[in-house]
T-cell receptor
Framework: GAVVSQHPSRVICKSGTSVKIECRSL??????MFWYRQFPKQSLMLMAT?????????EQGVEKDKFLINHASLTLSTLTVTSAHPEDSSFYIC???????????FGSGTRLTVV | DAKTTQPPSMDCAEGRAANLPCNHS???????VYWYRQIHSQGPQYIIH???NNETNEMASLIITEDRKSSTLILPHATLRDTAVYYC???????????????FGSGTQLTVLP
């Protein structure tokens, strides 16, 4: 079946540093990928839509200069959290929809802790 | 996309059927009903989806009322591993060119009890 691989699964970084999260579609091509954020005991909130070869589309309230998204190929999208602060600590999840399949596939998520 | 309403929590005995309801009274004719679940600290997992006919796969059954204003996800023989948050999402059908995101509500926390 369609698989989306997300790395790292956990990361701890110091405040002020940057962290890159990778999302790969392993057995299908994805022109569009989605990035979600989930705080404890809350639902998933869409952050941005990643488009291969073009700029990402950010949801209202999400700082595009802080959350840099690059979708340079049909199988890879990256999310970089720049100048991380403790309030950026969250669970970040990516997803994509395989062609011909109407069910979105999600990565396993990245637990980011900023100390 | 139409909004959905789900109970915040439900319990189910292990081995029994779990029936999870979802109301989507404002659903449009071209919107599908999707079900996903999220086990703690993991990414969501696709379960099933349907338009107007009942659907069944190896994981679950989806029953959609004739007026399409509500649906029920059925896990026929719940196990402890089915403990998760279950999300009912209504969305225009997918496919390669749709590129439409999923909007998650608060879902139902299903706890399967031994």
């Amino acid at each position: 079946g369609a698989v989306v691989s997300q790395h790292p699964s956990r990361v701890i970084c110091k405040s002020g540093t940057s962290v890159k999260i990778e999302c790969r579609s392993l057995d299908f091509q994805a022109t569009t990928m989605f990035w979600y954020r989930q705080f404890p005991k809350q639902s998933l909130m869409l952050m941005a839509t990643s488009n291969e070869g073009s700029k990402a589309t950010y949801e209202q309230g999400v700082e595009k200069d802080k959350f840099l998204i690059n979708h340079a190929s049909l199988t890879l999208s990256t999310l970089t959290v720049t100048s991380a602060h403790p309030e950026d600590s969250s669970f970040y999840i990516c997803s994509a929809e395989p062609q011909g399949n109407y069910g979105y596939t999600f990565g396993s998520g990245t637990r980011l802790t900023v100390v | 996309d139409a909004k959905t309403t789900q109970p915040p929590s439900m319990d189910c005995a292990e081995g029994r059927a779990a029936n999870l309801p979802c109301n989507h009274s404002t659903i449009s004719g071209n919107e599908y009903v999707y079900w996903y679940r999220q086990i703690h600290s993991q990414g969501p997992q696709y379960i099933i989806h349907g338009l107007k006919n009942n659907e069944t796969n190896e994981m679950a059954s989806l029953i959609i009322t004739e007026d399409r204003k509500s649906s029920t996800l059925i896990l026929p023989h719940a196990t402890l591993r089915d403990t998760a948050v279950y999300y009912c999402i209504v969305r225009v059908g997918g496919g390669p060119s749709s590129a439409r995101q999923l909007t998650f509500g608060s879902g139902t926390q299903l706890t399967v009890l031994p």
